[in-house]
């Protein structure tokens, strides 16, 4: 009887060790699909200039990633137009963001195109992901 | 004597059915003539519908626009710019909620106010904006300026949620109307 609970509690405990492996932010892996197979490397500095950088659009207004998401990542944000609100992107104020590589590839094609006119590259992506998953 | 009677009976009920017509009003207690449609516009049963439209804004019910109106809107390229924002989709999302807004179309709909607003635009219309249609308008002819664009909490007409408390069921009836500020919107 003791042999098979102490073989029962260790396999508990085993699984559970597992689990931050097995939940690994999406974060990380969002970062590791735009690396082009660990090739290019993530900077925090980099990702937070492109972050708040401002952009002349064709329609002579100014845009940048704060428009929209305002300047504290811990906050929230509001669509300029709608006035919706968009929960924060710094990952340590929302750690339920990340969690759908769809979503994420969706609002970066989206978003990069509204602010900057064009796609960003997998570089200032995963640059920006770096910066999103370190603010405080 | 009889005849009397009928003549009488037949005065009484025409009487009686052309008063309720007077008293319906558009989300009908007319029920004598409208029973088969639904009060409102079908609220949105499509989850990608209603997550993809509704990420910027309320997602409006296809009900309230043509089907021809929604083939134009949500086109690819209309996509790319929605209003001055991109809001582009994956090309499967995008079929899926095309085919729900046509499906559901005020053209489509057998909804109250769907029909008024469809029998209120032009057959060579093809309206972009909700709030540019002619029924629209009408319903909300009388609310001052000072209630919506000078009115922080309200600021557009396009922002039906801020004083449509039932908006997501699909139900804009005054008496669910409460404008912020304000209060109720009493006619």
Known sequence: ?136 | MKISHVSIMIAFLLSVLSTSAVYADSESKGWFFSKSSSPGVAPVTNNAYKEECGACHFPYQPGFLPARSWEKLLSTTSLENHFGENAELDEATRSEILNYAISNAADKSSHKRSKKMNASIGSGDTPLRITEVSYFKKEHDEIPKRLVADNAKVKTLSNCKACHEKADEGIFKEDTVSIPGHGRWND
């Not at chain 1, 508990?12 to 892996?29: C, M, N, Y």
């Not at chain 1, 492109?50 to 990633?65: F, I, P, Q």
């Not at chain 1, 929960?87 to 989206?110: E, G, H, Q, V």
Request: include cysteine; glycine fraction near 8%; aromatic fraction near 8%.
């Open chain 1, 1 to 136: 009887m003791k042999g098979i609970v102490c073989k029962k509690t260790s396999l508990v405990f085993v699984l559970l060790l597992q689990a931050p492996l097995i939940s690994a932010t999406t974060l990380d892996d969002a970062m590791t699909y735009y690396s082009d197979s660990g090739s290019l490397s993530f900077d925090a500095v980099r990702g937070e200039k492109l972050w708040h950088k401002k952009n002349t659009a064709e329609d002579g207004s100014t845009r940048s990633c704060g428009t929209c998401h305002g300047d504290d990542l811990t906050k929230s944000g509001k669509h300029k137009k709608t006035g919706k609100v968009i929960d924060p992107m710094a990952l340590s104020a929302n750690p339920d963001r990340y969690k759908d590589m769809k979503k994420i590839k969706k609002w970066f094609k989206r978003n990069c195109k509204w602010t900057m006119g064009r796609e960003c590259s997998s570089q200032e992506k995963g640059d920006v992901l770096k910066y999103l998953s370190q603010l405080k």
